[in-house]
T-cell receptor, first 110, second 114 residues
């Protein structure tokens, strides 16, 4: 599976927007970009996914670069409940697994 | 509610014992997965199954075994051959292998060797 690169940690203030970057320079044309987040001692929770176009849902927005070699997860107004580890993952078409790296630990300050 | 149920949440194993972690889903998903997570680390794939009566090894299958006799069930056995089994175990499922499909995770099971 193609790999992704994320910063180890980021900090944000409550109520401010957060931009979480992800690089995936080896992405293939049919790979979807998925984002999950995980709270301590819980299973990962789906956040958003996309292929080429930017995507919005009730949790976040996903901005995908035109060449698809990078993407950014946008939390429009961070809350304390958004503090988690965020994983950017490429899902290979007809692949058998998701490959999880270390993710980005987001800390939100009140 | 539809979802994935893992049990038990916490399990203690003595040296030399086999233990089985349960995973049940009522989402009618074909694909199911088992991951292991060590503290502060990402997830690593143990086994996966795309269809009933079929399963494949992931990256760290040694010392583990699985079965897929029913679509909704994918139990994981941690055998005595697994030398360092203390970890957080996550079960997941997905409709199929299509890359646009979301993967859904259970709440996880903590296994500790005593």
């Amino acid at each position: 599976d193609a790999k992704t690169t994320q910063p180890n940690s980021m900090e944000s203030n409550e109520e401010e927007p957060v931009h979480l970057p992800c690089n995936h320079s080896t992405i293939s044309g049919t790979d979807y970009i998925h984002w999950y987040r995980q709270l301590p001692s819980q299973g990962p929770e789906y956040v958003i996914h996309g292929l080429t176009s930017n995507v919005n849902n009730r949790m976040a927005s996903l901005a995908i670069a035109e060449d698809r070699k990078s993407s950014t997860l946008i939390l429009h107004r961070a809350t304390l409940r958004d503090a988690a580890v965020y994983y950017c993952i490429l899902r290979v078409h007809a692949g058998n697994m998701l490959t999880f790296g270390g993710g980005t630990r987001l800390m939100v300050k009140p | 509610d539809g979802g994935i149920t893992q049990s038990p949440k916490y399990l203690f194993r003595k040296e030399g014992q086999n233990v089985t972690l349960s995973c049940e889903q009522n989402l009618n998903h074909d694909a199911m997965y088992w991951y292991r997570q060590d503290p502060g680390q990402g997830l690593r794939l143990i086994y996966y199954s795309q269809i009933v009566n079929d399963f494949q090894k992931g990256d760290i299958a040694e010392g583990y075994s699985v079965s897929r006799e029913k679509k909704e069930s994918f139990p994981l056995t941690v055998t005595s051959a697994q030398k360092n089994p203390t970890a957080f175990y996550l079960c997941a499922s997905s409709p199929d292998r299509a890359s646009g499909n979301t993967i859904y995770f259970g709440e996880g099971s903590w296994l500790t060797v005593v």
